[in-house]
């Protein structure tokens, strides 16, 4: 249900249940968090490229085994959001190490807020966005109310969330929703050939800025520069610093190791 590849330290993930517009079922949900999990034990891997096959990046939770006429109770969803969906996005907020998005076509409810959880966020021109769960009675999970709120503000995340209306690619762009969004043909090419640049990249420092980045709107400024103080002192001893400078200095390329 996920295919996992590694090459130039960028572990590719690609769910892969074309056939349901790659929604998630049980197994997508523990080999999707498998992988991620590899990518926080593995120091050989500095960079996550997560992307969909076929037509669709993800249609969010697969409604098929969820039909209310054939369950004698109502469901627990919490309880599935807790044990399947939580997890998975805690994994990918938490890695210390750039995660990009290849969104090749919809992304529809918790499909759509996945992607928004990663780092950068490329699309298709093709692909849009569907805070499909009002059309079912359900609020944005998967983060999506959270994700949607910090990047556009209460007018936009309450509208997208409240009408289901899909969000063009290139309009999630202008919101700034997404970093960009590419003719589809160059998808894959820019976004591999970004999750590779970062791969050989200063790990470390980049993992810091990622933290840096998340916490910034839970602190004041005091607090935050007193993170960033802390932060700056441990990327100030790594060996990719060290290098950054030294090939500054040399008028070279560095070879950052990610350490
Ligand atoms: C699907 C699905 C799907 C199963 C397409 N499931 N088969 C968390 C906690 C617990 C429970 C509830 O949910 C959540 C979080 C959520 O994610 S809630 C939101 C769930 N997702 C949706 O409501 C989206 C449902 N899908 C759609 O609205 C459309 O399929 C989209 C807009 C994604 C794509 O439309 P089309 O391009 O017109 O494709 P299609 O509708 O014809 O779908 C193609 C096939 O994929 C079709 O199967 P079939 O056997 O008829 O070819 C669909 O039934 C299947 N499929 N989404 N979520």
Same mark, same amino acid.
């Given at each position: ?26 197994? #997508? ?10 990518? &926080? ?29 054939? #369950? ?11 044990? !399947? !969906? ?5 994994? @990918? ?34 692909? =849009? ?28 995340? =309450? ?28 998808? #894959? ?23 840096? @980045?998340?916490?910034?709107?839970? &602190? ?6 007193? #993170? ?12 990719? !610093? ?18």
């Amino acid at each position: 249900t996920v295919l996992v590849t590694l090459k130039d330290g960028v572990l590719g993930v690609t769910l892969n249940r074309p056939d349901k517009l790659n929604s998630f079922n049980v197994d #997508m949900h523990l080999a999707l968090r498998a992988a991620l999990q590899r990518a &926080h034990d593995e120091a050989d891997i500095r960079a996550v490229l997560l992307t969909g096959a076929g037509r669709a990046f993800s249609a969010g939770q697969d409604l098929g085994d969820r039909d209310p006429r054939k #369950m004698t109770e109502k469901p627990d969803l919490g309880e599935t959001l807790e044990t !399947y !969906y939580n997890p998975t996005l805690r994994l @990918i907020r938490s890695l210390e190490k750039p995660v990009i998005a290849a969104v090749n076509g919809v992304a529809a409810g918790a499909g759509a807020n996945i992607a928004f959880a990663c780092d950068i966020v490329f699309a298709a021109k093709s692909a =849009k966005f569907i805070q499909a769960f009002s059309k079912i009675g359900l609020i944005p999970d998967a983060g999506g109310s959270w994700s949607l709120t910090r990047a556009l503000g209460e007018p936009r995340a =309450k509208a997208l969330a409240m009408t289901a209306e899909p969000l063009i690619a290139e309009k999630a762009e202008d919101w700034g929703l997404i970093w960009k969004a590419v003719e589809d043909e160059k998808l #894959m090419e820019e976004a591999s050939g970004l999750a590779t640049r970062l791969a050989g990249g200063p790990t470390k420092g980049l993992g810091l800025t990622k933290r840096l @980045i998340q916490a910034a709107s839970e &602190h004041d400024l005091s607090t935050h520069l007193d #993170m960033e103080r802390d932060c700056q002192r441990e990327a100030g001893r790594t060996d990719d !610093y060290a290098e950054g400078v030294t090939a500054f200095l040399e008028k070279r390329a560095p070879v950052f190791k990610g350490k």
